[in-house]
């Protein structure tokens, strides 16, 4: 019983340490959600989101903006704008990391950086 008593506080210093590196310090991100932006400010933030192929890209009724769809880790799928060129190679990616704001229930693209 006192072999394992040993082992237990030294097991849970690894435990907490591996969490807190896990949650906190780990590069890998996972899919962002559109549910932390406000809607009323035009804060720009960033946010991982997943390339929605089948929707392809278009132009807006005007022809001044791109425009493409893609999906948030809860399924909310935000259609895209921005009035920069695109970088190449964006048909076939999974992911992308778009920095922007919501604005009128569509986000205004600034930078975008394809994962």
Do not use: W
């Amino acid at each position: 019983m006192a072999k394992f008593q040993k082992f237990v506080l030294p097991a849970l210093v690894g435990v907490t340490v591996l969490t807190i590196y896990i949650f906190y310090f780990s590069s890998a991100k996972g899919l962002g959600s559109f549910k932390d932006y406000d809607p009323y400010s035009h804060a720009q933030k960033e946010i991982v989101v997943k390339y929605l192929s089948e929707k392809g890209i278009q132009k807006t009724d005007d022809a001044q903006k791109i425009l493409f769809y893609v999906e948030d880790r809860h399924g909310t799928q935000m259609p895209i704008q921005t009035e920069k060129s695109l970088p190449g190679g964006i048909e076939n990616s999974k992911t992308l990391t778009l920095t922007g704001y919501i604005c009128g229930g569509s986000y205004e693209l600034v930078d975008i950086e394809i994962d």
